[in-house]
């Protein structure tokens, strides 16, 4: 079992700039892969960044220039730096982890089937 917690998220205007983080508890399991992943109005939830346990990142194309992925292994946390937000932005954005201890490449890494550990979300607004 692996507990999520998300916290950071809140209201900024276009171009401004949040940072999230999720605390993860690992009970059980083999976590490599740690994600973040949102679900905008209208859409089907995305992962947006993935960081494998190397450090080794990947982005969707929709924030890769704007969005940095992080971990602090010696906490336990994950981080999602966004800059220049948009409008489009806005939704509800999820840690997420796999916990079978797999290396995802790039294409399984954005792929919301392959993390079977979700937080309950936090929710960020970009105003225009």
């Known amino acids: 079992q692996v507990r999520l917690v998300e916290s950071g998220g809140g209201s900024v205007q276009t171009g401004g700039a949040l940072r999230l983080s999720c605390a993860a508890n690992?009970?059980?399991?083999?976590?490599?892969?740690l994600a973040w992943a949102r679900q905008t109005p209208g859409k089907e939830r995305e992962v947006v960044a993935d960081?494998?346990?190397?450090?080794?990142?990947y982005y969707s194309d929709s924030v890769k220039g704007r969005f940095i992925i992080s971990q602090d292994k010696s906490k336990n946390t994950v981080y999602l730096h966004m800059n220049s937000l948009k409008p489009e932005d806005t939704g509800m954005y999820y840690c997420a982890a796999d916990s079978r201890g797999l290396y995802l490449g790039p294409h399984q890494a954005l792929n919301v089937r392959a993390y079977n550990n979700w937080g309950q979300g936090t929710q960020v607004t970009v105003s225009s």
């Open positions: 960081i494998y346990i190397d450090g080794t990142t």
């Open positions: 690992v009970d059980s399991g083999d976590v490599r892969n």
